[in-house]
C-alpha cells in the first residue's frame, strides 16, 4: 500500500476526534496487536481455549478470555476512562478517578472458536461518563461516542466510528501498526446470504420461522430466488462478512428458558454493532424496532438483534406485521414478497 495512513495519524489530522477518544482507542488497540500476536501463534501460547471458569451470566470464560480482560483494563490506567465495563466482569469498575469517559467491553468475542481457528474478535464502545457506573452504559445506543471492534482472523482489522461513517483498518504486521483501507465502509446493497443458527429452529417465534422458510424455498418460493446460510458463532466474524459484502444476521428470541430477549447482550455486544452497521449504512432492529433507541435495565441484559443489508432488515420486521394465518408453515402464497 503506497503511503499508508496510520491509524495515529489519521486521528491527528481529525480534530473532529476528540484527543482523549482518540487516545482510548490508540489504548484499544495496543492490546488488540499483543492479542493478535498471541492468537496467532496458537497452541505455543500454551491452553489459550482452556475454560476455567464461568462469567456473571453462567457463560464458560476460557483462559484467553481472562487475559484479554485484564490487559484492556492495564492499558486504559492512566487513560480518561473513568468507567470500564466488562462482558467478564459481574460489575463496572473504576478505571481512572476523574475520568470523562465510560468504556464497555467483550474482551474476546467468539472466545468458543479459539481452538478450531476461526475468526475471533474484540468489541468496545464508549460513553461520556455520568457520576453513577451504571447509568453510565445503561442508555440509548444513539448516546455513543464511539464503537468499534477488532477482528483476528488471516488478517487482523479494525471497524471503528466516531459518530460519522464508518473507518476499515488493517494491521500492517511489517510495521506493526493499524492501517487506512476505507474512511467510509459500506453495507453493500446487494446479496444472497443470511446467517442465522438452523438448530434452533423448533424454538423461533413463527414470524422468523416463516422469514426462513422462504429463504429455505428459493426461486421455487416466495422470494423468487436462492439463498446461502452462513454461521460462524462470533458476531465480529459475521459482522466483518455482512459489512464488507453484505446480507442479513438474526439472532432472535426464542421460546428457551433464558432466551427470551435472544442471548446477545446490549451493552457489550449489540449496541456498539449496531452503531457501527448503521453508520456503514445498514440497519439494526431487535427483529422490529430499531435497536440503538432501546436500553436495558442491567449492565449484562440482553435484546434479540437483528441487522444488515436495509432492505432485509426491514423485510424480517413485516413478516412480524403479518396475520398469524400467514407465517403458518404450511402458508406458502406470501405473494407480496416475492422479488
Request: with cysteine; hydrophobic share 40%; glycine share 10%.
Amino acid at each position: 500500500m503506497a503511503n499508508p495512513v496510520e491509524l495515529a495519524a489519521y486521528l491527528a489530522k481529525n480534530p473532529d476526534i476528540p484527543d482523549n477518544l482518540g487516545a482510548v482507542v490508540l489504548a484499544m488497540c495496543s492490546v488488540g496487536k499483543q492479542l493478535s500476536h498471541k492468537i496467532s501463534r496458537g497452541a505455543l501460547e500454551g491452553a489459550m481455549g482452556e475454560e476455567i471458569g464461568e462469567n456473571s451470566d453462567g457463560d464458560n470464560q476460557k483462559a484467553l478470555d481472562i487475559l484479554a480482560d485484564e490487559a484492556f483494563f492495564a492499558a486504559l490506567k492512566g487513560s480518561d476512562v473513568r468507567w470500564y465495563a466488562s462482558e467478564e466482569q459481574e460489575v463496572v469498575v473504576e478505571a481512572n478517578k476523574g475520568g470523562s469517559l465510560a468504556l464497555a467491553t467483550d474482551p474476546l468475542d467468539g472466545s468458543s472458536n479459539i481452538d478450531v481457528n476461526v475468526s475471533i474478535g474484540t468489541i468496545f464502545s464508549i460513553f461520556d461518563a455520568k457520576d453513577d457506573p451504571n447509568e453510565s452504559f445503561l442508555r440509548p445506543g444513539t448516546e455513543q461516542l464511539a464503537a468499534g471492534y477488532i477482528i483476528y482472523g488471516p488478517q487482523t482489522g479494525l471497524m471503528v466510528t466516531f459518530g460519522n461513517g464508518t473507518l476499515s483498518f488493517i494491521l500492517d504486521p511489517d510495521i506493526g501498526e493499524f492501517v487506512l483501507l476505507n474512511e467510509a465502509i459500506k453495507v453493500p446493497d446487494a446479496s444472497s446470504e443470511y446467517s442465522i443458527n438452523a438448530s434452533n429452529y423448533r424454538h423461533w417465534q413463527k414470524p422468523v420461522r416463516a422469514y426462513i422458510d422462504d429463504c429455505l424455498a428459493g426461486e421455487t418460493g416466495p422470494r423468487g430466488r436462492n439463498f446461502n446460510m452462513r454461521w460462524v458463532a462470533s458476531l465480529v466474524a459475521e459482522t466483518h462478512r455482512i459489512i464488507t459484502r453484505g446480507g442479513i444476521f438474526l439472532y432472535p428470541r426464542d421460546a428457551r428458558p433464558g432466551y427470551e430477549n435472544g442471548r446477545l447482550r446490549m451493552v457489550y455486544e449489540c449496541a456498539p454493532i449496531a452503531l457501527l452497521v448503521e453508520q456503514a449504512g445498514g440497519k439494526v432492529t431487535d427483529g422490529c424496532d430499531r435497536l440503538l433507541e432501546q436500553k436495558v435495565k442491567t449492565l449484562h441484559g440482553r435484546t434479540p438483534l437483528v441487522f444488515g443489508t436495509p432492505e432485509k432488515v426491514a423485510r424480517v420486521a413485516t413478516y412480524h406485521d403479518l396475520p398469524e394465518s400467514e407465517t403458518s408453515a404450511l402458508f406458502r402464497e406470501r405473494g407480496l414478497f416475492r422479488e
